[in-house]
């Protein structure tokens, strides 16, 4: 077993997850260039990356702690680093759903499915892999609001907070044009919730080429 | 040789190869989220991944041993984990091909080639990689029987062991918009068929679109 | 540097690097199942990889060595193998152009190429990569000829010397729904020059796609 | 963290950020065969990879070392080896907008993204991930000329130096059925510029796709 996946696999050092699951967020194509980013709580603080770094590359002594009104706890030795721009999007996921960890991810599969979709809802059903969503069945229909984009991540948190209001149901919310949030009780469901939706979004693309 | 690729070349530790062709399975895309599974026949005996898992985190000691009827021989040290739900389609190509290993993959490109299939099989000819799956030949049609998927994997059973006895060529019987089983003789065979099935599946695919 | 990396950059001991070229061949997609393969030339022996095997597991002492009339020098410890399907093909290759590897590719780009064709001859012209073939610069037409496949590889064998002599300046020989034959003056330049055609053929595929 | 994220990580060995960063290049599919290319500037000085190499395969004893005029200051031990026939293209880079590094990428969807536009400039708007471009929002249009591609590499620096003159804002140009040269004011920036690039570009050419 490789170093990356003992760290997973033993998963109890939350600082060593984050930086493992950032290199596989660049793997996977879903953190190019200094895009995308990951945070996982560990009760009633969060671990979350710094801000425009290079995501594969990042070390558990470059991580913020915050606290869940998104307070600093710990800080990097490097003072240049800043948290990332999604801080205060993390703690809607946190605080309106009890989630432990919050996925997000500029794949472009995410991105061309909000291409193909006009309105502000994704909506696809009859896919096996919709089963790997906590709560839904293969044909059930998966729901995932799509937000309009806007000039400053952080400006995106109202909108975000509605939109976990307003579909109980959903573990995701996409941007237009941009990217996905998914998160997960944990991180291990957060990260199984990631590559889920990146594949029912792929999946949707596809169908929707063959359709036409 | 990096190690994984040492545990297939020698391929006796049946527990470790499970392990590690369940790692390529992740790596292929083929295991997204917790899907996809393998299993592993040793005689009388077989093993199989727990359920709900991530796929590419197994180690030898998560795996069940359960004999040709299902039940199980040994069990994780963890007691929460169970076996996977695709345990019983795993044994009817154990008990109808006598196949030595079955690997069940959610590549996309199996489930495209689904979705662009009406009716009830998936046929194509004149591929070279045709070759790769026992008893055909390139110009041979390959016939591989498409069953409608359920709410339940377990409720593909009977619909699997049908498919395996009306289709005695086929070593494989995929399920629509869901994935595919493949099998083989023994795990090489599997692991050579599940890659050449897949590759007839992308063509299949890619050809469909070039013809439109 | 990895152990795969340090291999080829030392590049001298030929059966290392048909072993670590045979890995690189299945990670790119072009040996899936037990398809493709490789030959390196050494003077008036050459190493071939076995028949029917998974070629990113072979190790060094599983090749054969032949001389140029395809007479086994050498023979792999384990009797059960016999030499690649190829092995008459790679032969006209050395024979004929003087070759120091040959690359025999399934990857899906030559396939696709080959399906968008008709007619004997593949041809593209105004592509940058086309300057990685030797004698080529990027304004000059590309032409790779195409044989029909055949039941059994080495049937190939008299179309493949015939295209080589009709074709003075190719290094390569497309077959119809099946892959490619790459040679080059050492392994290196096989190497670059599989890669050069890989992408044009999916350049071409892709270009294709768009002009629909 | 495996040796080559270490790399980038410390970022202070320059010849081995090259060669690291030409590992990725080449495993990108942006350095196929032997083409793309790399160069990083220390102060007045610049390394930049031999020409007609395997980008992959490339130790720090390989590069040469230039000053901003081109003249050689250190050449590798092999006399054989000659400097990328990018470098005068590279240095335009460096003279004109006080880069730090230059990435010369083939990736197939820079050369896609030139095929599926007419006149001499790329054009795209309302992406997310176009904030990663040094001075762009997410709504500006990001703009980068586009060459015709000539015979030989060297000729294209006149062109590249007047579109870098003429387009203060890019941080990159693309060449005609080609590739792309992209910079920024050090090897992080250019790196993340590259991966920004190359999103966008696959971008453009999935929507064009998906519109038509």
């Known amino acids: 077993m490789d170093p990356g996946d003992a760290i997973l696999r033993d ?21 190019s260039g200094t895009g995308g980013g990951i945070s996982i709580r560990d009760g009633d603080r969060a671990y979350v990356a ?27 030795i490097d003072p240049a680093l800043t948290t990332s721009a999604c801080t205060s999007l993390f703690l809607h996921a946190y605080r309106l759903r009890d989630a432990g960890a919050v996925i997000h991810s500029h794949s472009i599969h995410a991105m061309l499915a909000t291409a193909i979709t ?6 696809i059903s009859r896919l096996e892999m919709i089963k790997g969503i906590a709560g839904h069945g293969w044909s059930d229909e998966l729901v995932v609001p799509i937000l309009e984009n806007v000039a400053h991540e952080r400006d995106l948190a109202p909108a975000l907070a509605d939109a976990i209001r307003a579909y109980p149901a ?15 009780r944990d991180w291990r469901a957060a990260k199984a919730h990631a590559e889920v939706y990146d594949y029912v979004f792929q999946a949707a693309v596809e169908l929707h080429r063959l359709s036409r």
Chains 1, 2, 3, 4 share one sequence.
Do not use: Q
């Not at 006009?118 to 909506?123: A, D």
């Not at 959903?170 to 997960?184: E, P, S």
């Open 11 to 31: 998963g109890r050092d939350l600082r060593a997850v984050v930086c493992e699951l950032c290199r596989r967020l660049h793997r996977a194509g879903w953190a």
């Open 170 to 184: 959903t573990h995701a919310v996409l941007v237009r044009r941009h990217g996905v949030y998914v998160w997960g």
């Open 50 to 76: 710094p801000s425009g770094v290079h995501k594969e590359l990042i070390a558990p002594e470059d991580l913020f702690a915050i606290d869940l009104e998104g307070r600093v706890l710990e800080r990097p």
């Open 118 to 123: 006009t309105g502000s809802e994704f909506r």
